[in-house]
């Protein structure tokens, strides 16, 4: 029976850090280039999934719904970052508040589209059978899950280590001055880092809603948790992304089976833990 309940607990941490992996690697993309810490993340999370739910609704496809979630808030965020970021680039302050205010303006929208019921998205037929994994049962969608937080952790790694485009991206990072001084567009590389960033949001959304469910707070509270993986793991760094996601869920998973009531407070100190010895988090640098 124990053997059983930790290969649960790994199981379901695993389908957990996924989601938070998705939607800490874009807000790690985002800080990367831009240095901005979108508040509004949380909120693309949220209506990425409501939008994917109505897709579904009307195509009955819940992949559609998947891109469609995604799409629907980099095409937000490019108006977001055109005609607002960019007017207070540099400006930590401002871009707090701005992003802040985004996000409370896009959960009340959220509320008076789709309301303020828990609603979860229906996953895919194909994917709805348990199966039968070391002796227990578990069900398929979440092994799904885990497979997409893969093949998006691989293609993030591929874009950015292995095309002009990541070259470019990781030269900006580095110096932004420099890198415009070679010809690199900054400015329209930011747009498309940002785009991509509220892309993974929205596909998180529609992901984390299958299992889960969304509803207002859900927001907020999908950003706590994002905020702590990356600060944890290091402002900007992919791995420690990764490691901060699997660490986070792993606490969540073991605080809800045990101390349900302390859960979310758990998660606060291995990331005291680890800023009160590496101020920079496990794989972050100074900037």
């Known amino acids: ?42 909120a693309f999370y949220l209506v990425g999934g409501y939008v994917g739910l109505s897709v579904l609704i009307i195509t009955g496809n819940w992949g559609i719904a998947l891109i469609a979630g995604g799409l629907t808030m980099a095409g937000v965020s490019i108006v977001i970052e055109r005609f607002l970021l960019s007017q207070v680039r540099g400006n930590f302050l401002a871009q707090a508040l701005l992003t802040l205010s985004l996000a409370i303006i896009l959960a009340d929208v959220s509320l008076a589209v789709w309301g303020g019921d828990p609603i979860s998205i229906p996953s895919p037929t194909f994917l709805n059978s348990p199966i039968y994994f070391f002796g227990i049962i578990y069900p398929g969608f979440r092994l799904f899950i885990l497979l997409i937080g893969i093949i998006i952790g691989v293609g993030l790694w591929f874009l950015l280590k292995k095309t002009k485009l990541g070259m470019a991206i990781r030269a900006s990072v580095d110096n932004r001055e420099i890198a415009s001084a070679t010809g690199v567009n900054v400015d329209r590389l930011s747009v498309m880092v940002f785009a991509l960033s509220a892309f993974l949001g929205g596909v998180a959304g529609v992901i984390g809603g299958s299992f889960l469910a969304l509803a207002p707070g859900e927001d907020f509270k999908i950003l706590t948790l994002t905020l702590v993986v990356v600060i944890m793991g290091g402002m900007g760094s992919f791995g420690g992304t990764i490691i901060g996601a ?29 800023l009160s010895i590496w101020p920079h988090g496990l794989f972050g640098r100074e900037k």
């Open 1 to 42: 029976m124990t053997e059983k309940i930790v290969l649960l607990l790994v199981l379901n941490s695993l389908t957990y850090a996924a989601v938070l992996f998705v939607m800490a690697s874009g807000l790690t993309l985002a800080f990367n280039l831009m240095r901005v810490v979108n508040l509004a993340h949380g």
């Open 246 to 274: 699997l660490i986070i869920s792993l606490i969540l998973s073991i605080g809800r089976l045990y101390v349900p009531q302390f859960s979310i407070f758990l998660t606060f100190v291995p990331m005291v833990l680890v």
